[in-house]
T-cell receptor, first 114, second 113 residues
Framework: DQQVKQNSPSLSVQEGRISILNCDYT??????FLWYKKYPAEGPTFLIS?????DKNEDGRFTVFLNKSAKHLSLHIVPSQPGDSAVYFC?????????????FGTGTRLKVLA | DGGITQSPKYLFRKEGQNVTLSCEQN?????MYWYRQDPGQGLRLIYY???????QKGDIAEGYSVSREKKESFPLTVTSAQKNPTAFYLC????????????FGPGTRLTVT
C-alpha cells in the first residue's frame, strides 16, 4: 500500500513558467514533509520542507503548500529554469510509534523546456 | 567539506557472492540510513541506525545486513539471500532520528549477474 503517491510520473513545462508538482498521502499521522530533487546517478538533494502546523513554506523560487484536510501537498517552482529538470520526490514522516522514518513517493520527472 | 561518501559508484558482482557497500559521513550526524531505489519506484528503507552499535530493520531488510561500529560509518552488506540485488543504493544521514532532513550520498549502482 503506497502511503505517499505522486500520480504524475512526468511533467513538461516551458522555461519561465510555473511548475507544479503534486503529492498525496494517506496516513493522517504524517506531520512533516520534504521535497527532494534528484539528478540521474546522483543522490537526492534536499529542497524544502514543511511541518503540519503550517500550510505554506517558501524558499526562493520554491514554495510548498500543504492541505491537511485533503492530505495533499504541492511544490511550486517559479520561474522554472532548465536546470530544474530532474526527478522530484516528496517524502512524509511521523507516525504513532514516534519513529520518524520517511516514506518516499515514486517521483515526478520534471523537464523544463528552453 | 562535510558530506557523505559512498564507494564505489559502480559495483559488479556474480550471483551468490556477498558484497559490502561503503558509507562514510563527516557531518557528525547520529542517524544513518540505507535506501534502495529501483526504476519507477520511490526510495525504500532497508536499515537505519540511530546511534553507534544500534540499528533497526526498515521496510525491506531481508537479504541485507549492516553494522554501526563507528559514528561516521554504516556499511551495508548485500548477501546472496537477497533475491533481486541489482539496484541503486543510497546512504543518508541526519542529525537525529527525528524530523530532520536527511542528507544523501551519491549512491552506488550494484549490478549482480
Amino acid at each position: 500500500d503506497q502511503q505517499v503517491k505522486q500520480n504524475s510520473p512526468s511533467l513538461s513545462v516551458q522555461e519561465g513558467r510555473i511548475s507544479i508538482l503534486n503529492c498525496d498521502y494517506t496516513n493522517s499521522m504524517f506531520d512533516y514533509f520534504l521535497w527532494y530533487k534528484k539528478y540521474p546517478a546522483e543522490g537526492p538533494t534536499f529542497l524544502i520542507s514543511i511541518s503540519s502546523i503550517k500550510d505554506k513554506n517558501e524558499d526562493g523560487r520554491f514554495t510548498v503548500f500543504l492541505n491537511k484536510s485533503a492530505k495533499h501537498l504541492s511544490l511550486h517552482i517559479v520561474p522554472s529554469q532548465p536546470g530544474d529538470s530532474a526527478v522530484y520526490f516528496c517524502a512524509a514522516s511521523g507516525d504513532a510509534s514516534g519513529t520518524y522514518k520517511y516514506i518516499f513517493g515514486t517521483g515526478t520527472r520534471l523537464k523544463v523546456l528552453a | 567539506d562535510g558530506g557523505i561518501t559512498q564507494s564505489p559508484k559502480y559495483l559488479f558482482r556474480k550471483e551468490g557472492q556477498n558484497v559490502t557497500l561503503s558509507c562514510e559521513q563527516n557531518l557528525n550526524h547520529d542517524a544513518m540510513y540505507w535506501y534502495r531505489q529501483d526504476p519507477g519506484q520511490g526510495l525504500r528503507l532497508i536499515y537505519y541506525s540511530q546511534i553507534v552499535n544500534d540499528f533497526q530493520k526498515g521496510d525491506i531488510a531481508e537479504g541485507y545486513s549492516v553494522s554501526r561500529e563507528k559514528k561516521e560509518s554504516f556499511p551495508l552488506t548485500v548477501t546472496s539471500a537477497q533475491k533481486n540485488p541489482t539496484a541503486f543504493y543510497l546512504c543518508a544521514s541526519s542529525t537525529s532520528l527525528a524530523i530532520y532532513e536527511q542528507y544523501f550520498g551519491p549512491g552506488t549502482r550494484l549490478t549482480v549477474t
